[in-house]
């Protein structure tokens, strides 16, 4: 079935290093990947995503890699900050099948990820 | 534009009794996904809606229902409550089309079950 598998399940940097969170999925199908930040009690927030048809996608201190063939992809933080401190879940969307669009996430287990001041 | 608002916040409810949890969806999004957050489980993916329709379904007990309004304001129900419901519940809003993916969640239904 439809699996996306996640690591670390923790991740403790100092402020200013940078944090790598990795993601495999099983569907090779799957077009769409979005990354979500929940901080404590907060819904959980989407902060970056890519599509199927590009390799990397950058947006200020996040970035996020694509390897369809190994069907992994990533999420790069860099310059960490305090702030940056939260759970961060990856999540894949499978592709369509029976002719019918769907927005069925399915989603890792989260990387808790702690930034030291 | 407003975010996705769910309602109640909080619930605590007795095993066997039944619940409604509510989600208004961002203006002008026609998709509506519902998803379970526990912390054994993490998140899982209950039952999506698109233009009063049920679109996907997950792996939950028919227990576990859910209906959309012509505003695309979405309700789920849960019956006979079990101990094990005791959940996060999110709601996801999205345009909805085949190109638009982005889902962005409500604040949850924080559900207790006694």
């Known amino acids: 079935g439809e699996n996306v598998e996640q690591h670390p399940s923790t991740l403790s940097v100092q402020e200013g290093d940078s944090a790598v969170i990795k993601c495999t999925y099983s569907d090779s199908a799957s077009n769409y990947f979005p990354w979500y930040k929940q901080e404590l009690g907060k819904r959980p927030q989407l902060i970056i995503d890519i599509r199927s048809n590009v390799g990397e996608k950058k947006d200020q201190r996040i970035a996020v890699t694509l390897n369809k063939t190994a069907k992994h992809f990533s999420l790069h933080i860099t310059e960490t900050q305090p702030e940056d401190s939260a759970v961060y879940f990856c999540?894949?969307?499978?592709?369509?099948?029976?002719?019918?669009?769907?927005?069925?996430?399915?989603f890792g287990t989260g990387t808790l990820l702690a930034v030291q001041p | 534009k407003a975010g996705v608002t769910q309602t109640p916040r909080y619930l605590i409810k007795t095993r066997g009794q039944q619940v409604t949890l509510s989600c208004s969806p961002i203006?002008?999004?026609?998709?509506v996904s519902w998803y379970q957050q526990t912390p054994g489980q993490g998140l899982q993916f209950l039952f999506e809606?698109?233009?009063?329709?049920?679109?996907n379904k997950g792996n939950f007990p028919g227990r576990f229902s859910g209906r959309q309004f012509s505003n695309s304001r979405s309700e789920m129900n849960v019956s006979t409550l079990e101990l094990g419901d005791s959940a996060l519940y999110l709601c996801a809003s999205s345009l909805g089309g085949e190109s638009s993916y982005e889902q962005y969640f409500g604040p949850g239904t924080r559900l207790t079950v006694t």
């Open positions: 203006s002008g999004h026609r998709s």
């Open positions: 809606y698109f233009s009063e329709t049920q679109r």
């Open positions: 999540a894949a969307l499978p592709g369509i099948r029976y002719g019918g669009a769907t927005n069925k996430l399915i």
